[in-house]
T-cell receptor
Framework: AQSVTQLGSHVSVSEGALVLLRCNYSSSVPPYLFWYVQYPNQGLQLLLKYTSAATLVKGINGFEAEFKKSETSFHLTKPSAHMSDAAEYFCAVSGIGANSKLTFGKGITLSVRP | DAGITQSPRHKVTETGTPVTLRCHQT?????MYWYRQDPGHGLRLIHYSYGVKDTDKGEVSDGYSVSRSKTEDFLLTLESATSSQTSVYFCAISEGLAEQFFGPGTRLTVL
């Protein structure tokens, strides 16, 4: 069984401030981990993924995430928020088998204040 | 962007009517998925397919059926729509060991 916890439903930061979105996972097998972003009225777009290579993963738009097995965490960060980062962010976990399915967290809405 | 289209993009229907949503891909990916997105629930898997005519249930499959007669098309059917099935529906594709690519979504309202 696998699950994802994204604490809180909304995060607000000022433009230029650090973005930190938390994700904790539970998995009975070594996981693959993903962060997706969803802009209003659009589908989900992959930001970055961890697939058992480097624990620090860099993604698009300046985002990165670090896999910490001891903490079962995969937090998403960006050093300096832009207005265009305002969106909903989803963390997801899967197993590594061919028929493994994604399990999503409930999502976090990021607002960026000017 | 991955070649995934969904039709219709918006639909309003009445309780008790059948509804079919279509997902079409041009990527020749083996796996296809249907999710629903509801506030406070994230995305929940309805059904998925791992090949032509090979499908399986997800976590919220009650009231839904699917069919895949061709690699490129995956249909989601609500046999008798209910108000609880008002949602945004997303199709996704993958090659199984990699990330999933999502379509633009279909907003369904059941009155």
């Amino acid at each position: 069984a696998q699950s994802v916890t994204q604490l809180g439903s909304h995060v607000s930061v000022s433009e230029g401030a650090l973005v930190l979105l938390r994700c904790n996972y539970s998995s009975s097998v070594p996981p693959y981990l993903f962060w997706y972003v969803q802009y209003p009225n659009q589908g989900l777009q992959l930001l970055l993924k961890y697939t058992s290579a480097a624990t620090l993963v860099k993604g698009i738009n300046g985002f990165e995430a670090e896999f910490k097995k001891s903490e079962t965490s995969f937090h998403l960060t960006k050093p300096s928020a832009h207005m265009s980062d305002a969106a909903e962010y989803f963390c997801a976990v899967s197993g590594i088998g061919a028929n493994s399915k994604l399990t999503f967290g409930k999502g976090i809405t990021l607002s960026v204040r000017p | 962007d991955a070649g995934i289209t969904q039709s219709p993009r918006h639909k309003v229907t009445e309780t008790g009517t059948p509804v079919t949503l279509r997902c079409h891909q041009t990527e020749n990916h083996r796996y296809m998925y249907w999710y629903r997105q509801d506030p406070g629930h994230g995305l929940r898997l309805i059904h998925y397919s791992y090949g032509v005519k090979d499908t399986d249930k997800g976590e919220v499959s009650d009231g839904y059926s699917v069919s895949r007669s061709k690699t490129e098309d995956f249909l989601l059917t609500l046999e008798s729509a209910t108000s609880s099935q008002t949602s945004v529906y997303f199709c996704a594709i993958s090659e199984g060991l990699a990330e999933q690519f999502f379509g633009p979504g279909t907003r369904l309202t059941v009155l």
